[in-house]
C-alpha cells in the first residue's frame, strides 16, 4: 500500500510534467523557474538542516567502537575501530563515507528450527553493501557525467569519465556502464524492501518515494538516452543558461526531457525534508566521528550551568585575620 | 552552535561544489555551437536525408544503419522517409554540410576534426560540420577509430 502510493505520486508527477509541457505550453515554468526554486530548495534547506543538527550538544564521547581500546602499551590498539587521535578518525569516516564500512558489518539474525529445537544463527549478510556501494558510486559518477551539459568548455576529467562509462561500445550512442549498474542496484534496493518481510515491515511510504524517484529519473534518463532521442545541444544551451542566470528556452526539446529534469527538480526540493539527508548526516554522525578518548581528556557537558563556586582560597580570604586571632593555621600568611 | 567552525567548513566545500558550475560559466556568454544552417552549401529550402528535426536527434542513428546496410548488408543507397534516394556515403552528408574553404582536394574532407579552436566552439571559426556541436556536448564521434583521419598518412 505505502509502495502503491508512492508509485502513484511519481506516476502524478510525471503526468504533471507531461501535461505542463505538451498540452499547457509552460515550458519556462519547467525548464527554468522550477529547476531555481529546486535548486534555492534543496541549498537552503540543506544548510538549514545542518545548522539546526549543529547546534544540538553532544555532551558525551559516544562514539561506537568494535576494536581494542587504547590501553597499556604492550596492548595492540585498533587505531581505526578505535581511534584516540584525529588521523585515526579521519580514516575512520573516510571508509564510512566512501566504502560504507559499518554497512559490510551488516549480519543476518535466523531462528532456524532443526532436530534439536530452534536455534539462533547469525551470518554475514553483504548484499545490501554490495548494492548500496553500487548505487551510490554509479550515482556519483551519472552526476559528473552530467556536468557536461553545466560547463563549457567541458573539462578533461569530466570527459574521461564519460569515454570510462562508456567504453563497452555497444550501440550508438554508446551504453553507459554506471546506467546498467544504477538501475539493477535501485531495483534490487527496492525489491529487497518488497521481498523480505521484516523490511517490508518497517518500510514506510518516505522510503518507497525517493526508490521510485530515483528510478524514474534513471528510466527517462536512459529513455531519452537511447529510444525518444533529444536534441543535446538545446539541451545544453538550457542548462548553461539556467547557470549563467541568463536561462532561455530553446525550442524542440521533447517531453521527455522535461519529465526528466521535472522530477530532479521535485527530488531536490524534497531531499533536506527527507532520509535522502545522510548525505550530509554521515559527517556528522557522533557514534562515527568522535574520537573514543573518554577516559584521556576531560570532557566537560556543554550544558553545564554557570555555578558561583567559594573555594577555599576566598573562605581564608575573606576570614584571614579572624582565623589567625582564634589559632586557626593558614595557608598563607 | 556545537563544533561549528567544522561544520560550517564542512557547508562551505559543499556550497563550492555546488556553485562550482555558476563560476566555470560566469562571464562567458552562452554561445551555442555554430549554426549549421549557416554553412549550408545548398539552397535553404532543400532537404537533409531525413527532415532537420530527426537529424538533429538521431543521426548517429542513421549514421549506424548507413554503416550496417553498407559494410554488411552490401547497399548503396538508402531510401528515406519520403521515397527519395541518397547515396550511402559520408560525401552525401558533406556535399551540403561542409567544408567548404577549409575541404581537402586530396581525399575526403574531414568534418569531425577541426584543427582550429579544438575544444572551445565559441571562438571556433572553421566551418567544418561535426567538430563543433560534438565538442559543445562532449560527445566523441568513434568514426576514426576505424576510418582513417583525413591526413592521418602524414601523422
Given at each position: ?37 529546486a ?30 581500546q ?45 532436530a534439536d ?7 554475514s ?6 548494492g ?23 573539462p ?72 525518444y532521442?533529444i ?14 542566470l ?19 527538480c ?21 557514534t ?18 554557570e555555578?558561583?563556586y ?19 593555621p593558614?595557608?598563607?600568611? | 552552535?556545537?563544533?561549528g ?9 559543499f ?28 539552397a ?14 538521431n ?5 549506424n ?15 528515406n ?20 574553404a577549409a ?7 574531414n ?19 561535426c567538430?563543433?556541436c ?17 591526413g592521418?598518412a602524414t601523422?
Amino acid at each position: 500500500m505505502k509502495a502503491l502510493l508512492s508509485f502513484l505520486a511519481v506516476i502524478v508527477l510525471i503526468l504533471i510534467a507531461t501535461l505542463g509541457v505538451d498540452v499547457a505550453n509552460l515550458h519556462f515554468l519547467f525548464g527554468i523557474i522550477i529547476p531555481y526554486l529546486a535548486f534555492v530548495m534543496f541549498v537552503g534547506g540543506f544548510v538549514y538542516r545542518v545548522l539546526k543538527w549543529g547546534r544540538s550538544p553532544v555532551p558525551f564521547r559516544i562514539p561506537t567502537t568494535c576494536g581494542q581500546q587504547k590501553s597499556l602499551p604492550w596492548i595492540k590498539q585498533a587505531k581505526i575501530e578505535n581511534p584516540t587521535t584525529n588521523l585515526g578518525v579521519v580514516v575512520r569516516m573516510a571508509s564510512e563515507i566512501f566504502f560504507f564500512r559499518s554497512l559490510f558489518r551488516n549480519t543476518k539474525t535466523e531462528l532456524r528450527v532443526g532436530a534439536d529445537g530452534p536455534k539462533l544463527s547469525y551470518g554475514s549478510a553483504k548484499w545490501l553493501w554490495v548494492g548500496s556501494l553500487v548505487f551510490h558510486w554509479s550515482f556519483l559518477i551519472i552526476i559528473v557525467r552530467h556536468l557536461r551539459f553545466f560547463l563549457e568548455p567541458v573539462p578533461y576529467f569530466v570527459q574521461i569519465a564519460d569515454s570510462i562509462d562508456g567504453m563497452l561500445q555497444i550501440g550508438l550512442p554508446p551504453i553507459y556502464l554506471t546506467d546498467l549498474f544504477f538501475l539493477l542496484a535501485v531495483t534490487f534496493l527496492f525489491l529487497r524492501r518488497i521481498v523480505i518481510p521484516q523490511v517490508k515491515y518497517i518500510s514506510l511510504a518516505a522510503d518507497y518515494f525517493p526508490l521510485f524517484m530515483i528510478m524514474s529519473i534513471a528510466i527517462s534518463g536512459m529513455l531519452m538516452r537511447y529510444y525518444y532521442r533529444i536534441d543535446i545541444v538545446a539541451v545544453k544551451e538550457l542548462a548553461l543558461g539556467l547557470v549563467q542566470l541568463h536561462p532561455v528556452i530553446p525550442v524542440g526539446i521533447g517531453a521527455i526531457f522535461y519529465i526528466h529534469l521535472f522530477l530532479i527538480c521535485i527530488l531536490f526540493a524534497y531531499f533536506p525534508t527527507s532520509k535522502l539527508m545522510h548525505m550530509g548526516g554521515i559527517f556528522l554522525s557522533p557514534t562515527r566521528n568522535m574520537k573514543n578518548n573518554n577516559r584521556m581528556v576531560r570532557h566537560i557537558n556543554p550544558w553545564n550551568p554557570e555555578l558561583e563556586y567559594h573555594t577555599y582560597e576566598h573562605y581564608e580570604d575573606e576570614f584571614r585575620e579572624k582565623m589567625k586571632k582564634a589559632g586557626i593555621p593558614v595557608e598563607k600568611e | 552552535m556545537y563544533k561549528g567552525g567544522k561544520i560550517i567548513v564542512g557547508l562551505v566545500i559543499f556550497l563550492a561544489f555546488l556553485t562550482f558550475p555558476f563560476f566555470y560559466n560566469m562571464g562567458k556568454a552562452n554561445a551555442g555551437p555554430e549554426n549549421l544552417d549557416a554553412n549550408l552549401k545548398q539552397a535553404a529550402d532543400s532537404q537533409c536525408v531525413e527532415p532537420a528535426d530527426y537529424m538533429r536527434n538521431n543521426h548517429m542513428q542513421l549514421l549506424n544503419q548507413w554503416r550496417q546496410a553498407y559494410v554488411r548488408d552490401g547497399l548503396t543507397e538508402y531510401t528515406n522517409s519520403q521515397g527519395k534516394t541518397f547515396e550511402i556515403n559520408i560525401d552525401t552528408c558533406t556535399k551540403c554540410h561542409s567544408t567548404g574553404a577549409a575541404s581537402n582536394t586530396s581525399g575526403v574532407s574531414n568534418p569531425a576534426v577541426n584543427e582550429v579552436g579544438v575544444s572551445n566552439p565559441a571562438v571556433n571559426t572553421s566551418d567544418q560540420f561535426c567538430v563543433s556541436c560534438h565538442d559543445y556536448a562532449s560527445v566523441k564521434p568513434t568514426c576514426w577509430s576505424c576510418h582513417s583521419e583525413p591526413g592521418g598518412a602524414t601523422k
